[in-house]
């Protein structure tokens, strides 16, 4: 069975990634930091009759990232990393004046360095996989201005760079960055409080995920949406 970690996965697209995939049969190495959630998570996908191991844990940890990864390897190695974690750097989001230098840190370590730590550490097994791939959950806020998303945007926009740029140093692997568009989640709701307009489930936006795993096109930044919408 093929083989995929995924990250920030208790809940949210994570979570709806997970359920698909344990669905066509991956066994899954499931990451996030609620262990409570996760583990509930776990329990609810082992009974699709797939392998789970939950590692609860903060992405930022390069201890915790070797250990995805070394679950992965005792599942039978490695054929897709998905780098979903995500933080905002404010909750709420607050304008660039008053950002504080220390949550610019910390969306940058996680949606960023953490992501990069993470494919270093995984890609031996993707590149034995055959098949290997790599999905960066992107957002529109890393290539539009919208007030107050400027440092979760800059964080998403370094995060598409080494993308692109991972996609053309390992032609061998398929290298996706994927802006999946508005989505009720936990993040969006933290991010801006009270905002009542309703939005899109997340599992709505899991076949266009499928559809890059299915048709494997070239590596690239692709929008969720248009995958939907395209023939």
């Known amino acids: 069975m093929p083989v995929a970690i995924i990250t920030g996965a ?8 997970a359920d698909a995939l344990a669905d066509r049969g991956w066994d899954l190495v499931l990451d996030a930091r609620g262990g409570a959630a996760l583990a509930a998570a776990a329990d609810a996908l082992s009974g699709h009759g797939t392998r789970v191991t939950a590692l609860p844990g903060d992405v930022t ?3 915790h990232r070797a250990g995805l990864v070394a679950a992965a390897r005792e599942l039978g190695g490695l054929d897709l990393l998905v780098n979903n974690a995500s933080a905002l750097g404010a909750e709420p989001l607050v304008r660039l004046a008053g950002l504080p230098p220390a949550g610019l840190r910390r969306a940058l370590e996680v949606n960023v360095v953490a992501a ?8 031996p097994m993707l590149r034995a996989s055959g098949a290997g791939a790599v999905i960066a959950v992107s957002s529109d806020a890393a290539v539009e ?6 440092g979760y945007g800059a964080s998403k926009a370094a995060l598409d760079h080494l993308t692109a740029v991972l996609g053309e140093e390992e032609p061998g692997l398929r290298v996706w960055a994927v802006d999946p568009g508005d989505m009720a989640t936990d993040l969006y709701a933290a991010a801006v409080p009270g905002d009542e307009d309703l939005r899109p489930e997340p599992v709505t936006v899991v076949p266009a995920f499928l559809r890059l795993l299915d048709e494997r096109p070239a590596s690239g930044r692709y929008g969720a949406v248009a995958l939907l919408e395209s023939p």
């Not at 201005?145 to 400027?150: I, K, P, Q, R, V």
Request: without cysteine.
């Open 10 to 17: 208790s809940k949210g697209l994570g979570r709806a990634l």
């Open 61 to 63: 940890d390069a201890v």
């Open 116 to 123: 990069l730590g993470l494919v270093q550490e995984a890609l």
């Open 145 to 150: 201005a919208y007030e107050t998303w400027g």
